[in-house]
Nanobody
């Protein structure tokens, strides 16, 4: 059974930084695309950033220049460095993994709150 465990969320002031981590355990058909999504109250879940197996990245326009996604295949982990955080970044952040089968997996989410 595949498990994705996120960590690193919390409360931060505007302008601050957080680093989210997601560790994958269990059997899957390799690590294809790894990414982060978020869902704010009353809104649909949206893409934040993804990184392919060839290290190609995509970012939502709202986070470009502020967030950086990275991955460590040996550690089966994906990270999201979030800088210059804004109140509108407040959301539950979800780790998403797609393997080569293809199957898609989601983490349980970690809360990020940006407030003074």
């Amino acid at each position: 059974q595949v498990h994705l465990v996120e960590s690193g969320g919390g409360l931060v002031q505007p302008g601050g930084s957080l680093r989210l981590s997601c560790v994958v355990s269990g059997s899957m058909y390799g690590l294809n695309v790894m990414g982060w999504y978020r869902q704010a109250p009353g809104k649909q879940r949206e893409l934040v950033a993804t990184m392919s197996s060839s290290d190609t990245t995509t970012y939502a326009d709202s986070v470009k220049g502020r967030f950086t996604i990275s991955r460590d295949n040996a550690k089966r982990s994906v990270y999201l460095q979030m800088n210059s955080l804004k109140p509108e970044d407040t959301a539950v952040y979800y780790c998403n993994i797609r393997d080569w089968f293809p199957r898609e997996y989601w983490g349980q989410g970690t809360q990020v709150t940006v407030s003074s």
